[in-house]
């Protein structure tokens, strides 16, 4: 699904480009955008990092983790790396980014390799993202591009390949804009708006436009819909139970091994895109909804997190959060942090009403030393100490299930109500609005059945139900 906007005055690279006459094409109308970068593409990949000091400066990960990150993006949609480099910049030059003779280097790998496209994991200019590809004879994506293309691919809700089309529009729309600009004073477009004469330029944009608005309105609907659901959700009187977590981390699979679901779990980045929902059962029977998230990276374009804010609500509502994290990856600290600082910036924090937790995942990956210093490690912060767990292997899970027992039932009642024989509507509402631990009918029909409640909930049961027996 990308769609790159032929660089003004360059020959596209074949069979990359969506052509300004193609916008005309009904085969290719921006509302059907089908130009995706295939799979098996040759793939050189380029990490630009900024001179030791910059980048020391800018957080702790390092030029080797970064670019193995941008080689597990570029095979997260089946792109065939040949090659990969780290270019150190001494400063981003504004007319290819790297320097000259970075380009050149690169340009003969491009050519001795045969490769199609190269991925430079930076964001890059429309001039930069023409200026390379002329050099190369390759389609050039940068880190958004690449970003945008793997949430279309795994966007599964409606909203969330509403907002995966929005956000690449809007990106689509800030290159036609910039990179054409020159094309069309040569044109000697302008002034000639809506009219036979109006520029191919004003025309794109036009039809971006009706589809962004269009797109728009029917985010909304969808919003107001998921809305309404939510609402009728939260009569329902189970706990959520959020996993968040860095890419790759581990959340699906954890997801599966905590409710036995068969969803879709790969040896990928973004396997997750949108929030899925499941049954949770807890050791002592309390139920929960566990919902699976769409994983994490860094550097997430703003306008992706934007975008994105939405398929994150239910953990804006989850009373608790799992913080799913790959403790056997060299950069889990740096992951950790990413993690938090995007948490934070959706307002979700760790308080009275939400309990956050901490999931060491993939612990047997760890050998005997490893795992011993970092099971010392998870001992150490007391109540909110982390739970260490192999999702895979099942190791630690008993124990993660027993801390989101807690967390959820704290501050929850357990009541017993009796039922009388003739109130099988009283009985559906138990179900229908409380958490039913257990039920047992009596020879005389009357059944005692016990629930747990939030306790904004056990004023309406006693005025339901009469006197109730607090456990
Ligand atoms: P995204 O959806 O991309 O955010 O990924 P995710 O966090 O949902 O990760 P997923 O469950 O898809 O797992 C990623 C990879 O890690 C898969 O290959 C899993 O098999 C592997 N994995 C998950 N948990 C464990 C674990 O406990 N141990 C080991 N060794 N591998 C694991």
């Not at 909804?289 to 934007?306: K, N, Q, R």
């Not at 047992?440 to 109730?468: C, K, M, W």
Request: proline fraction near 4%; aromatic fraction near 4%.
């Amino acid at each position: 699904m990308i769609l790159v906007a032929p660089a003004a005055g360059s020959a596209p690279p074949e069979g990359f480009h969506l052509t300004s006459e193609s916008f005309k094409d009904p085969a290719h109308r921006i509302d059907a955008p089908e130009l995706k970068v295939a799979s098996g593409t040759r793939t050189y990949v380029v990490a630009p990092v900024q001179s030791r000091r910059a980048a020391e400066a800018d957080g702790s990960r390092s030029p080797a983790a970064k670019l193995d990150e941008a080689i597990g993006l570029a095979a997260a949609i089946d792109l065939n790396v040949v090659g990969s480099a780290v270019v150190t910049l001494a400063e981003i030059r504004p007319s290819t980014y790297i320097g000259k003779g970075k380009v050149d280097e690169i340009k003969t790998i491009v050519e001795a390799e045969d490769i199609t496209l190269v991925l430079m994991d930076c964001a890059l200019s429309p001039v930069q993202q023409r200026n390379l590809e002329r050099a190369w004879g390759a389609k050039v994506i940068d880190r958004t591009g690449l970003i945008l293309e793997i949430f279309g691919r795994r966007a599964r809700t409606k909203e969330g390949t509403l907002q995966v089309e929005l956000a690449h529009l809007n990106y689509q729309k800030g290159r036609l804009v910039r990179s054409w600009t020159h094309l069309e004073r040569q044109r000697g477009g302008g002034g000639f708006l809506g009219g036979p004469g109006e520029t191919q330029i004003e025309s794109d944009r036009r039809l971006l436009q009706d589809r962004i608005v269009k797109i728009e309105r029917e985010l909304e609907q969808v919003k107001r819909t998921r809305a309404l659901h939510r609402v009728s959700r939260r009569k329902v009187p189970y706990p959520i139970v959020a996993l968040v977590g860095y890419t790759n981390a581990g959340k699906s699979t954890l997801f599966n091994r905590l409710t036995r679901a068969d969803v879709l779990a790969e040896d990928m980045l973004f396997a997750t895109l949108d929030p899925t929902l499941r049954a949770l059962k807890l050791p002592h029977g309390t139920k929960a909804i566990l919902s699976d998230t769409v994983g994490f990276i860094s550097e997430l374009p703003t306008m992706l997190v934007a975008a994105f804010r939405a398929t994150l609500e239910e953990v804006l509502e989850a009373d608790v959060i799992l913080h799913v994290r790959d403790i056997s990856h060299g950069d889990t600290e740096a992951q950790a942090a990413d993690v938090r600082g995007i948490l934070e910036s959706l307002g979700v924090e760790a308080s009275a009403e939400r309990a956050l937790i901490e999931v060491w995942n993939k612990v047997d990956l760890l050998d005997g030393p490893a795992r011993e210093a970092l099971l010392t490690a998870s001992r150490r912060d007391g109540d909110r100490r982390p739970v260490v767990v192999s999702a895979i292997g099942g190791e630690g899970i008993d124990l993660l299930l027993e801390r989101i027992e807690t967390m959820v039932s704290a501050g929850r009642l357990t009541l017993t109500v009796d039922v009388p024989p003739t109130d099988g509507a009283g009985l559906a509402w138990l179900h229908d609005n409380c958490d039913v631990l257990r039920r047992q009918t009596n020879e005389d029909g009357v059944t005692h059945v016990t629930v747990r409640v939030a306790p904004a909930r056990v004023d309406q049961i006693r005025r339901r139900f009469g006197l109730t027996l607090v456990a």
